[in-house]
């Protein structure tokens, strides 16, 4: 399968503890993004990779938070001091950019609980 | 800003009965509008991508349209493996460069025998 993959697909977790996610994207694709989905609602903009550079970041992206994408290949979110609040499916989503289109394709998420 | 409105919330049809779900959107420039499909605790699937207003594309009982101001994705004699949650996205020129996508709430559509 060459698809956006990512990991873990659950985590649990306490109040106040930190959590890591990683995503690997389909092969090729230079650009990486993070997006946050509550229940009801669309995929929310978090942050945005071309290769290694974080070019991008949404204002819900609060301190607590911080991405990387080492070599440009695959990325990580870290989640320090988790609150209630960041319950969630956290998704990934890779594209092949050109200067006229772009199609992100989606991982299947990982869904956070904090407790 | 950019805005994604859609409609309904929630849709609900017999097996073979046709219907329309619309998105509406406010852009600054519309660089794309994007389809996506998204089943139960899954990531969104790609179904489509409009760039200008007069396209249409198709795909086996779907159909998506786009207007300068609305799309719509008209789905035929629908079946119950159709029933999701349909997405739609725009994308912006951004003199930033930045290429995200702003979602509505989407339609979850439920197909019934």
């Known amino acids: 399968d060459t698809g956006v993959s990512q990991n873990p697909r659950h985590k649990i977790t306490k109040r106040g503890q930190n959590v890591t996610f990683r995503c690997d994207p389909i092969?090729?694709?230079?650009?990486l993004y993070w997006y946050r989905q509550t229940l009801g609602q669309g995929p929310e903009f978090l942050t945005y990779f071309q290769n290694e550079a974080q070019l991008e970041k949404s204002r819900l992206l609060s301190d607590r938070f911080s991405a990387e994408r080492p070599k440009g290949s695959f990325s990580t979110l870290e989640i320090q001091r988790t609150e209630q609040g960041d319950s969630a499916m956290y998704l990934c989503?890779?594209?092949?950019?050109?200067?006229?289109?772009?199609?992100?394709?989606f991982g299947p998420g990982t869904r956070l609980l904090v407790l | 800003e950019d805005q994604v409105t859609q409609s309904p919330e929630a849709l609900r049809l017999q097996e073979g009965e046709s219907s329309s779900l619309n998105c509406s959107y406010t852009?600054?420039?519309?660089?794309?509008l994007f389809w996506y499909r998204q089943d139960p605790g899954k990531g969104p699937e790609f179904l489509f991508t409009?760039?200008?207003a007069g396209e249409e594309k198709e795909k086996e009982r779907l159909k998506a349209t786009l207007t300068k101001k609305e799309s719509f994705l008209h789905i035929t004699a629908p079946k119950p493996e159709d029933s999701a949650t349909y997405l739609c996205?725009?994308?912006?020129?951004?003199?930033?460069?930045?290429?995200?996508?702003?979602f509505g709430t989407g339609t979850q559509l439920k197909v019934e025998l």
């Open positions: 989503a890779s594209s092949l950019g050109t200067r006229s289109q772009e199609t992100q394709y």
């Open positions: 409009l760039y200008s």
């Open positions: 092969s090729e694709h230079n650009r």
């Open positions: 852009v600054s420039g519309l660089r794309g």
């Open positions: 996205a725009v994308q912006a020129w951004d003199a930033g460069g930045g290429n995200k996508l702003t």
